[in-house]
């Protein structure tokens, strides 16, 4: 379900798409910083459906492992804007 829901998302630049992460074109700090925005709002989305069908504990959980995966593609990346001499 949610991995469809991503793949309908409408992501400015799509990063989950590992492609983008090599592609000069878009792997940048403004690119990247949208689509952190974008993965937010998403996120956000998907919580909202989630909450439906978790107790609150389950959803806060559900939440923090969002919040970790926003955290682990910004430094990813980072990183590799800072490796291709983008950053």
């Given at each position: 379900?949610?991995?469809d829901s991503r793949?309908?998302?409408?992501?400015?630049?799509?990063?989950?798409?590992k492609?983008?992460w090599v592609?000069?074109?878009v792997l940048?700090p403004p690119?990247?910083g949208k689509?952190?925005?974008?993965?937010t709002q998403?996120?956000?989305?998907t919580a909202?459906q989630?909450?439906?069908?978790?107790?609150?504990a389950q959803?806060?959980?559900?939440?923090?492992?969002?919040?970790?995966?926003?955290?682990?593609?910004?430094?990813?990346?980072s990183s590799l804007?800072q490796?291709?001499?983008?950053?």
């Amino acid at each position: 379900m949610q991995n469809d829901s991503r793949k309908s998302y409408p992501f400015t630049v799509d990063f989950y798409n590992k492609q983008n992460w090599v592609n000069p074109q878009v792997l940048n700090p403004p690119a990247v910083g949208k689509f952190l925005d974008e993965q937010t709002q998403f996120q956000a989305q998907t919580a909202q459906q989630a909450a439906q069908m978790l107790t609150p504990a389950q959803l806060q959980a559900y939440e923090q492992n969002q919040a970790a995966v926003r955290q682990m593609m910004k430094m990813q990346l980072s990183s590799l804007i800072q490796m291709s001499g983008g950053g």
